[in-house]
């Protein structure tokens, strides 16, 4: 199964990258398209996922765009990198929790690689170095499609998260790589892809 790997050099809207996403979904529900793995960034944008409660938001004066992933309010801004996936389950095994572990197993391989030892928790959803979350994860079903993905923080401003209160958790305890490692990542989407795709094909 063929995995297209699509990587955008200048931030996508928000609102941009969800059209072209749910196009490719409704694709690929249709054999029409191959699955997709797509690494970008969006300009700094908060999105509320199905859970969210109003009461997360503290600067009542920031927009809110609504999603249909799964989880709470979180962040996207210039320096976090996110991983969106189209993933057809029909043709691999219909296990929503094996396509997780892999989405984990990948950011955890990935922050391995410079050295940050990391974990994910299963009563918290996403990955964290100690008690600080650095990755995000918020996924969607239709007809055994999965989509959406995850995002990583590798230099992004983590002041912006004192707006809301990300994911429904302390919005202190956020971090990314480059507050962990003296050097800021450059030029590791093509490892960060094949890390995902190796994965995503032992589903």
Sequence with gaps: MSIE???SKKPVPYKKAMLYLN?????????????????????????A???????????????????????????HNPGQKIIYFVIDLNNRKKDIRKLI???????????????????????NIGIWVKDKK??????????????HGCSINISNNLNHYLKIIPCGLDNTKVTSISK????????????????????INNI
């Design 101 to 123: 572990n892999s989405i984990e197993k990948s950011i955890i391989q990935f922050l391995r690689s410079f050295k940050i030892q990391a974990k994910n928790d299963r009563k």
């Design 23 to 47: 196009k490719r979904v409704d694709e690929v529900k249709n054999s029409k398209n191959r699955e997709l793995l797509w690494i970008l960034e969006h300009p700094k944008t908060y999105t």
């Design 5 to 7: 790997i699509k990587i």
């Design 134 to 147: 650095i990755a995000a994860i918020g996924i969607r079903v239709s007809r055994w499609v999965a989509y």
């Design 180 to 199: 962990l490692i003296a050097i800021k990542p450059r030029n590791f989407e093509n490892k960060l892809a094949n890390i995902f795709i190796k994965n």
């Design 49 to 75: 996922g199905v859970s969210f409660n109003k009461n997360e938001i503290l600067d009542k004066k920031i927009k809110i765009v609504k999603s249909n992933r799964g989880g709470k309010i979180t962040l």
